[in-house]
């Protein structure tokens, strides 16, 4: 009876310790609420894999364009008419004009938009064939101008690739209005010109990028700020933007190593992405845009003009400039969010089961040594 007492003491001793190791580890907060520990999995995961309104892998989203078809202009001889003139007069169809010039040229346009969220010409700067740009003559590009340009609603279709974290669009042939205006030799309508904005949630994630592959005048603005700037005629070429984990924005084009451009945006704010792009000569007509790790906003919406039954939309107004991304129209997902909230829950479950067991027998054991210890005889 004596080794009976014993080896209860000893296996009480045990599940006594068990127990009041398990009461520290939950007091502790290893036993978390299920909300507390997929926050937790959320927040040590990197990459942001964004999921809303039903988006799931190769969902289409529609987004909101604005096109304005543009005139080609007649080709002003510079021997006749003089250097300046040529060239203030020469803005769309470059290709069959003289004294051509193709290359990205920057500082054609404001570093800051006005007060209707469009850009505005740069008065002065040398005097080279891409500028022909300046003053009023740049109105047509973005606005309505009779008998110069006229406007098209339309959209793109991101497809979104949950594995990346992207929502993307790409055509190396891009003719949006090849329905409407003069057609080139080609059977394309080139002389066009496009803007548009994207809104998002800041996640300062330090893994947010955007990319645009154009050929001809690309510029593309963080909020009212210039952040690429692709001007003039020229070759398709890159730009890219990525925001830190600071919510500072790095821009740069080409093979250029991505520099701050003093643009600052607040992590859990709405920011915009506003994306301005010409197409001037019958040469080529390339674009390309990608959105990465960025927490668009996206609502579920029927709008799917030249789209798919069901396609869900930028929630953007394209009439109304001054729009700021509404917060939580987007819900964010981490890739391994998924698998690593498994493990985290799992683990978590492992806890809570393992410290009920330990409890259970701990109780089960003393219950049992206080038996023994009342059944042994007095001696």
């Known amino acids: 009876m004596k080794k009976v007492y014993k080896k209860s003491q000893i296996i009480g001793g045990v599940a006594l310790v068990a127990f009041t190791f398990a009461t520290v ?83 054609l346009v404001d570093y800051y938009l006005n007060e209707e969220y469009l850009p505005d010409a740069l008065e002065g700067g040398e005097l080279i064939a891409n500028k022909g740009i300046r003053g009023d003559n740049f109105e047509k590009w973005f606005n309505e101008v009779e008998g110069q340009s006229a406007s098209y609603a339309g959209v793109l279709q991101l497809e979104y690739r949950e594995a990346a974290a992207e929502f993307s669009f790409y055509k190396s042939e891009f003719y949006p209005l090849d329905d409407v205006g003069e057609l080139s030799e080609d059977r394309h309508n080139h002389l066009f010109t496009m803007s548009f904005a994207v809104p998002f949630t800041v996640l300062a994630s330090g893994n947010e990028e955007f990319e645009i592959t154009a050929d001809d005048d690309t510029w593309v603005y963080v909020g009212d700020e210039l952040v690429v700037d692709m001007g003039g005629v020229h070759n398709a070429a890159t ?48 674009f390309d845009v990608k959105f990465v790790g960025m927490n668009l906003a996206v609502e579920d919406s029927k709008f799917a ?75």
Not at 247 to 276: C, K, S, W
């Open 239 to 286: 730009g890219r933007f990525a925001i830190n984990e600071m919510g500072e924005v790095y821009a740069g084009v080409e093979d250029e190593d991505l520099a701050y451009t003093g643009v600052q945006v607040t992590a859990g704010e709405g920011a915009m992405v506003r994306i301005f792009h010409a197409d001037r000569d019958s040469e080529d007509s390339v």
């Open 25 to 107: 580890l939950m007091v502790l907060g290893l036993s978390n609420t299920v909300g507390e520990v997929k926050e937790a999995a959320i927040a040590r995961t990197p990459d942001a894999i964004l999921a809303s309104a039903g988006l799931d892998d190769g969902k289409i989203v529609s987004l909101p364009v604005t096109y304005y078809d543009q005139k080609a202009d007649e080709c002003v001889n510079v021997y006749d008419a003089g250097a300046k003139e040529a060239l203030a007069a020469r803005q769309f169809e470059w290709t069959k004009c003289e004294y051509y010039n193709k290359d990205i040229e920057q500082g």
């Open 305 to 379: 003009k030249r789209g798919e039954e069901g396609a869900v939309q930028i929630a953007y107004d394209p009439s109304d400039p001054t729009y700021v991304a509404p917060l939580g129209v987007t819900s964010v997902v981490q890739p391994s969010a998924v698998g690593g909230f498994v493990v985290v829950a799992t683990l978590e479950g492992v806890f809570v089961v393992v410290f009920a067991l330990l409890m259970a027998i701990s109780l089960r054991f003393m219950v049992k040594v206080h038996r023994d210890k009342k059944e042994l005889p007095n001696r």
